[in-house]
C-alpha cells in the first residue's frame, strides 16, 4: 500500500553548484553516435531539453528512440560525442571519470527496470548499501535507511529479501536506494516495465508523490502511456530528437 504521506525531516540539500532559478538540467545540441563495424549509429542528433527544479519529467519514445541514451548522457554514464549536458550549471565534459563516479553516488540516485537489487541482502542492506559506499557511520546509515523505507511504504518489510517481495515492492525498494543519499535529481528508466499496469500506476502514483512533497526532480525515460497521467513535462523523442513538448 503507497503511503498517504512522508515521514518529517526527510529534506534533500542544497547542493554547491546550485544557484536560485537554475534548471537541474539543461542539455545543449546533444549528440551520441556509436559504431558498429563501419557502420555509424547516430542514437541522439542535437537534443536541446531543460528540466526545471523539482517536475515530473517523462522523455518519451519508443524503443530505440534514444531515451536510455539520453539519461545515460544526463548521469554521466556514457559521454556524448559532442554538445555539452550541464546538472545545475556545472558542465559534465569538465569532469574527470573520477569525478563522474562522485557526482554519481552523492548527487544523483537512478531507478531501473531490472532492479539490480543483491538478492542475499535484505530490502534494508540493499538501501543501506550506497551509504556503506560513502562510509556513513552506522547510526545515520540506520536513520536514513528506515525513513527511506517508510517513504515507500516498506518499514515493516525491512527485512525481507528480495525473493520474499512481489515486482512491485522490489520497486519501491530500489525507489528507496534511489532516495537514501538524498539526491536532488533522480534518473529512471523503464521503471514500470517489468510490472504489471495496476502495480506500474501505483509507483507512478508514488513517484508523483515524492516529487511532490520533497522538490525531488525527477526524469524517466519510458513508453508507458500512464506516465502521461503523472508527468508534468513531457518530451517526446523521436530517431534521437525532441519532436514535441508538453509543459502543464
Known amino acids: 500500500m503507497i503511503p498517504s504521506g512522508l515521514p518529517p525531516n526527510f529534506h534533500t540539500p542544497t547542493l554547491p553548484?546550485?544557484?536560485?532559478?537554475?534548471?537541474?538540467?539543461?542539455?545543449?545540441?546533444?549528440?551520441?553516435v556509436y559504431c558498429s563495424g563501419a557502420r555509424e549509429v547516430k542514437a541522439l542528433r542535437g537534443v536541446d531539453l531543460t528540466i526545471p527544479v523539482g517536475r515530473f519529467v517523462a522523455v518519451r519514445g519508443r524503443s530505440g528512440s534514444g531515451k536510455t541514451t539520453l539519461l545515460n548522457c544526463i548521469g554521466g554514464l556514457?559521454?556524448?560525442?559532442?554538445?555539452?549536458?550541464y546538472l545545475e550549471g556545472q558542465p559534465l565534459s569538465s569532469l574527470s571519470e573520477a569525478e563522474l563516479t562522485s557526482l554519481r553516488r552523492e548527487?544523483?540516485?537512478?531507478?531501473?527496470?531490472?532492479?539490480?537489487?543483491?538478492?542475499?541482502?535484505?530490502?534494508?542492506?540493499?538501501?543501506?548499501?550506497?551509504?556503506?559506499?560513502?562510509?556513513?557511520?552506522?547510526?545515520?546509515?540506520?536513520?536514513?535507511?528506515l525513513r527511506a523505507l517508510a517513504v515507500v511504504g516498506l518499514r515493516r518489510w525491512a527485512d525481507h529479501r528480495p525473493y520474499e517481495m512481489s515486482g512491485g515492492q522490489q520497486q519501491r525498494v530500489v525507489i528507496a536506494r534511489a532516495l537514501v543519499t538524498r539526491p536532488r535529481l533522480i534518473l529512471a528508466d523503464e521503471p514500470t516495465g517489468e510490472l504489471d499496469s495496476e502495480t506500474g500506476r501505483r509507483i507512478m502514483a508514488l513517484l508523483?508523490?515524492?516529487?511532490?512533497?520533497?522538490h525531488v526532480t525527477l526524469v524517466m525515460?519510458?513508453?508507458?502511456?500512464?506516465?502521461?497521467?503523472?508527468?508534468?513535462?513531457?518530451?517526446?523523442?523521436?530517431?534521437?530528437?525532441?519532436?514535441?513538448?508538453?509543459d502543464r
Do not use: C, K, W
Request: net charge negative.
Open 17 to 32: 553548484h546550485s544557484q536560485p532559478g537554475e534548471p537541474v538540467v539543461r542539455t545543449l545540441g546533444l549528440t551520441r
Open 78 to 85: 556514457d559521454r556524448p560525442t559532442g554538445g555539452e549536458v
Open 208 to 214: 508523483q508523490r515524492i516529487v511532490e512533497r520533497e
Open 221 to 246: 525515460a519510458t513508453h508507458d502511456p500512464l506516465v502521461l497521467e503523472y508527468a508534468s513535462l513531457i518530451y517526446e523523442l523521436e530517431d534521437g530528437r525532441i519532436e514535441h513538448v508538453v
Open 107 to 145: 548527487r544523483l540516485g537512478f531507478v531501473f527496470q531490472s532492479f539490480a537489487l543483491m538478492p542475499t541482502f535484505s530490502a534494508y542492506e540493499n538501501v543501506a548499501l550506497p551509504l556503506r559506499i560513502q562510509g556513513l557511520g552506522r547510526v545515520e546509515r540506520r536513520e536514513r535507511t
